[in-house]
């Protein structure tokens, strides 16, 4: 994530590899089953088999057909068949957010969405495993307020079933062994919108209503459960694919690659879109774009397919977007190869106070600049490919990405980052708030701060403490050894303090775990001197 008072303007060129493709990209106009699930979806299916009937006359000529959701009695009286799975994933941050008791292997998310009235009817199947050690009578998913659950099946048997407080308990009608794979399909219906408090003051996280009538889901530390139940913790990692049924003029985006696989009836006056990300990630990482938007095919220099969407209000993003191919090769020959099959962005052209890392496809704002869109294209390796167990650690996705703009800007020749660093080690040495909180651990509330502004600083002084090669072998061993996989700070100073040869842990306390303004030998290593 990159927050609007970052942003800096640095010189564009274009590259040839982007090319103008063809609108509507990913419409399925073929019937395909109606089934997206390895479980028969509810009956009469919404989301995902809505009915192929003519709208109704008099029916507005850019809304979907009606869908009606079956009717079903919320409640969770039976007793649990084994031991009851906690409604909290563990995170001190966010107690509230995530589950326990399985972790998830997939999320197949089917949905309507009618812009005219902002009503979204869904079907979701979440093939998840049993983890809790026992046999698990009863678990938790995360799903907002504004979504009212209908029916829940799980392994093809009706579920009992409550909501409260965002969650969704579900109560099967016979327990879940240790180790025992099951499939929960789960019918929902509602208007989504902001969950309250996300993205740490930055805007609320959840389902933005755009000025065209369209949508965008986005947020961190969440947004998931505002329009699907997920459980929504960043180390329980899925693969995603998400079909999509919308009025005719519309269009829609998401992670990954167009696909389609059994896809539902084509309703008159509508398209069917749908994208799958084969690769596991957390569930704020998730995106639907549905808009009247264009679209910009590529390849970037390894291959790796790029697929880009304007809004639009943001076609003037297009000559960022047509950089892409120069920023991954960028980031490529710091990181290593690129993690993902696909690439790209989405420039939704509204003022929201943040662009975000949504995998395979970052969603950016109007204010998107170059240092934006290589931010978010740096997390596709630090904290898309390697994920934080907590967001206590969340310099690792923080930190890295904005230090990799002051790699990108070195690169091009706009910055000396030596003397760059000595300008605002110099200014900020007598500013006291600069230092007051941690860049590890730094409380609930204060994630998205420091992390932006002192944590680049912190980089470059490692960098200079241990020496240019063993940094850039840092960089790339951390992500070949955690790519796919979740991490902790902890993780990353051992690996910094054995590539070092050495022990670092007093100079990493000082920049990454205490306050105040390091002490010399640690704020000038190397060859950082004043």
């Not at 292997?105 to 998840?128: F, W």
């Not at 046999?135 to 409260?164: C, E, H, P, W, Y």
């Amino acid at each position: 994530m990159k927050a609007l008072v970052l942003a800096c303007t640095l010189v564009l060129t274009s590259v040839t590899a982007c090319t103008t493709a063809t609108s509507g990209y990913g419409v399925a106009e073929q019937p395909g089953t109606a089934s997206n699930f390895s479980v028969n979806p509810p009956s009469p299916p919404v989301a995902g088999a809505p009915s192929t009937s003519a709208p109704e006359s008099g029916a507005p000529a850019d809304s979907a057909p009606a869908v009606t959701a079956p009717s079903g009695v919320a409640t969770n009286n039976a007793p649990p068949d084994g031991a009851v799975g906690s409604l909290s994933g563990g995170d001190p941050y966010y107690p509230n957010s995530g589950n326990g008791g399985y972790d998830v292997a997939s999320y197949d998310v089917a949905v309507v969405y009618t812009p005219e009235t902002g009503e979204l009817l869904g079907t979701v199947g979440i093939t998840a495993t049993v983890n809790q050690g026992v046999r698990l009578g009863r678990m938790g998913f995360d799903l907002q307020n504004t979504m009212t659950v209908s029916q829940v099946a799980i392994n093809g048997k009706n579920a009992s079933f409550s909501q409260a407080n965002s969650k969704l308990i579900i109560t099967p009608a016979s327990g879940l062994d240790e180790g025992a794979s099951f499939v929960a399909v789960i019918t929902y219906s509602g208007v989504p919108g902001p969950i309250g408090g996300g993205t740490a003051g930055l805007g609320d996280g959840g389902w933005y209503t755009l000025a065209s009538g369209g949508a965008v889901a986005i947020g961190e530390p969440y947004s998931a459960s505002a329009w699907f139940p997920a459980n929504e913790i960043p180390y329980d990692e899925a693969t995603f694919r998400v079909t999509a049924t919308v009025p005719e003029k519309w269009k829609v985006i998401s992670n990954g690659l167009p696909t389609q696989d059994s896809l539902p009836p084509t309703p008159a006056g509508s398209a069917v879109f749908q994208w799958t990300e084969t690769a596991a990630m957390s569930t704020y990482l998730t995106t639907l774009y549905i808009d009247t938007f264009t679209t910009t095919q590529g390849v970037t220099a390894s291959g790796i397919p790029i697929i880009n969407a304007y809004a639009t209000s943001a076609t003037s993003s297009q000559a960022l977007g047509d950089k892409t191919a120069s920023y991954v090769s960028f980031l490529e020959s710091i990181y290593g190869p690129y993690p993902f099959d696909s690439v790209g962005g989405i420039f939704i052209g509204e003022n929201i106070g943040f662009a975000l890392e949504t995998q395979t496809r970052p969603v950016y704002p109007q204010w998107v600049d170059e240092a934006t869109v290589v931010h978010e294209l740096a997390h596709q390796w630090f904290g898309d490919a390697v994920t934080l167990t907590n967001w206590s650690d969340v310099c690792l996705n923080e930190c890295f990405a904005s230090y990799s703009q002051w790699q990108w800007q070195e690169a091009q020749g706009y910055e000396n980052l030596d003397k760059l660093y000595l300008q605002q080690v110099a200014t900020a040495k007598s500013q006291p708030s600069f230092w007051e909180l941690p860049l590890v651990d730094m409380g609930s509330g204060n994630e998205f701060g420091d992390v932006y502004t002192r944590g680049p600083l912190a980089l470059h002084a490692l960098r200079a403490e241990m020496g240019a090669e063993a940094f850039s072998t840092l960089l790339k061993d951390w992500v070949k050894a955690y790519s796919g996989k979740t991490a902790s700070w902890t993780d990353f100073e051992a690996m910094a303090n054995k590539l070092a040869g050495r022990d670092l842990s007093a100079f990493l306390k000082a920049w990454f775990r205490d306050t105040g303004v390091p002490a010399d030998q640690y704020l000038y290593p190397g060859n950082l001197k004043p």
